[in-house]
């Protein structure tokens, strides 16, 4: 068969030798912002795309999945979380997801580029529902600044759900900028951010974990998880604190009062465990 290219969005990466492609119906919108270049498209089979610098963001079809693990592994793993940090997110899902939690009593999202967010409202309006909870407050800037001027001990979780560590990303898989957040979360507070993936990015996970443990963070812990559009189809996200992270409040998610397409406390309990390579890669310490 023919490979049409006209109508197929391509994210090849020359680095891991991978693609990922999604036939289109259409190309809906393109803009320069002073951050990154923004493309949506319509696909024939997972709805809307957001692509940004040319990578993969989100899709209507399987955001769930980033999505429900980027928020509540680590809102259930804190004991009380009332008082959440999201860096990045623009497109709004995560923190949908959080806001979902009746206890969270403020969530503050911060993203460098607010169009992103503009553009989210237009195209993936589901994800920006929870937009007006009167405990919601979004905010663009750049999350390194935004933390550096955040209170000491004044945060329970902060969410990283950035782009790649490249351009305006960078910065936030820095030992510095954990440093920031270490400050920033009270003593029993989590750190999530996502981590990638564990088959094609496995420098990128091992340098986070020496740079959260560097900035203060004594355990960390990788959850895995499906996310068909991001390179590998294999994605993660990885907590970070000062006490145990295996340890959930499992009863709350046995008894928890909202709905979720992906995530149970078997998901969780299976996003936890420690594929083979990564015990003898990883001076886990948890
Ligand atoms: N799920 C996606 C992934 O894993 O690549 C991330 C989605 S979200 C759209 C990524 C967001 O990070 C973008 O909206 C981008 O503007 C934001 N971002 C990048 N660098 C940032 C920074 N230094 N401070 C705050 N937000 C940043």
Wanted: include cysteine; aromatic fraction near 10%.
């Amino acid at each position: 068969m023919p490979f049409d290219t006209q109508n197929w969005f391509t994210e090849a990466i020359d680095e891991t030798g991978t693609a990922f492609s999604l036939k289109l119906k259409t190309k809906l919108h393109e803009e320069q912002t002073p951050y990154q270049k923004i493309e949506i498209f319509d696909t024939q089979t997972f709805g809307k795309l957001m692509v940004i610098d040319g990578c993969t963001m989100v899709s209507s079809r399987d955001n769930f999945l980033y999505h429900e693990m980027m928020a509540h592994p680590a809102l259930f793993t804190h004991p009380a979380p009332q008082r959440v940090l999201i860096i990045g997110g623009g497109d709004c899902g995560t923190l949908r997801e959080v806001l979902k939690h009746p206890w969270v009593k403020q969530a503050c999202q911060v993203d460098i580029d607010e169009r992103v967010t503009r553009l989210s409202e237009k195209y993936f309006p589901e994800l920006c529902e929870s937009n007006q909870d009167p405990r919601a407050e979004l905010h663009f800037s750049d999350g390194i600044k935004w933390l550096q001027e955040t209170a000491p001990d004044s945060l329970d979780v902060i969410i990283v759900d950035s782009t790649d560590p490249v351009g305006p990303g960078e910065v936030l898989f820095s030992e510095e900028f954990y440093r920031h957040c270490r400050r920033a979360l009270n003593h029993d507070g989590i750190l999530v951010q996502q981590s990638e993936s564990p088959l094609l990015h496995q420098d990128i996970l091992l340098n986070m974990y020496q740079r959260m443990q560097a900035a203060g963070f004594s355990h960390q812990a990788t959850l895995n998880f499906p996310q068909p559009i991001y390179p590998s189809g294999w994605w993660s996200a990885t907590l970070a604190g000062n006490t145990k992270l295996q340890h959930f409040r499992e009863q709350d998610v046995q008894q928890k009062t909202f709905d979720c397409q992906y995530y149970n406390a078997d998901i969780h309990k299976g996003a936890l465990a420690v594929p083979e390579f990564m015990k003898k890669t990883f001076t886990l310490s948890d």
